[in-house]
T-cell receptor, first 112, second 114 residues
Framework: GDSVTQMEGPVTLSEEAFLTINCTYTATGYPSLFWYVQYPGEGLQLLLKATKADDKGSNKGFEATYRKETTSFHLEKGSVQVSDSAVYFCALIKIRDDKIIFGKGTRLHILP | KAGVTQTPRYLIKTRGQQVTLSCSPISGHRSVSWYQQTPGQGLQFLFEYFSETQRNKGNFPGRFSGRQFSNSRSEMNVSTLELGDSALYLC?????????????FGEGSRLTVL
């Protein structure tokens, strides 16, 4: 079945470091891909999305490119801040299935 | 525009009891979905309602049920609570156009079963 695999956390970085959180997916057809972020004590928020191959989603300095050849959607940021500390979820949806599938989440700690 | 509102935010129950959680979606959103979040299993899809009809259901036992009202507000119920039901229950709404994957989440209801 369809699935999303994320790198295990927690990931701990110093402020201003470069961030990569890996995400790969398994799905038939052409899913849309998402990154959601969950700050402490809050629900999830949509961070960025990409709906077709080679699309790049971006928001708040974060970027991810939909790579169909490697079935990946890795999240990157050039210079992280303490306020980026959160749990990040990669997700996919296939419109005909109408059901969104989340990865298990990657906890990110940024040290000042 | 008000966000997704979930009540109660925190609750403690004992095994065997039942619980009802409520979710008010963003105005104009007709789709409401529910998720269970635990440290071990991550986010697991429970069910989704659209215009008062259950459109999708995850792999949870029949003790977990839900409904949606004509004003799009939704409730989920868990009967005969077990210790393993302790979790953060998240509700999400999406636009009237259907589920595009762009979900707006509430802050969740944290259930502790003793």
């Amino acid at each position: 079945g369809d699935s999303v695999t994320q790198m295990e956390g927690p990931v701990t970085l110093s402020e201003e470091a470069f961030l990569t959180i890996n995400c790969t997916y398994t799905a038939t057809g052409y899913p849309s891909l998402f990154w959601y972020v969950q700050y402490p004590g809050e629900g999830l928020q949509l961070l960025l999305k990409a709906t077709k191959a080679d699309d790049k989603g971006s928001n708040k300095g974060f970027e991810a490119t939909y790579r169909k050849e490697t079935t990946s959607f890795h999240l990157e940021k050039g210079s992280v801040q303490v306020s980026d500390s959160a749990v990040y979820f990669c997700a996919l949806i296939k419109i005909r299935d109408d059901k969104i599938i989340f990865g298990k989440g990657t906890r990110l700690h940024i040290l000042p | 525009k008000a966000g997704v509102t979930q009540t109660p935010r925190y609750l403690i129950k004992t095994r065997g009891q039942q619980v009802t959680l409520s979710c008010s979606p963003i105005s104009g959103h007709r789709s409401v979905s529910w998720y269970q979040q635990t440290p071990g299993q991550g986010l697991q899809f429970l069910f989704e309602y659209f215009s008062e009809t259950q459109r999708n259901k995850g792999n949870f036992p029949g003790r977990f049920s839900g409904r949606q009202f004509s004003n799009s507000r939704s409730e989920m119920n868990v009967s005969t609570l077990e210790l393993g039901d302790s979790a953060l229950y998240l509700c999400a709404s999406s636009s009237a156009a259907g589920n595009t994957g762009e979900l707006f989440f509430g802050e969740g209801s944290r259930l502790t079963v003793l």
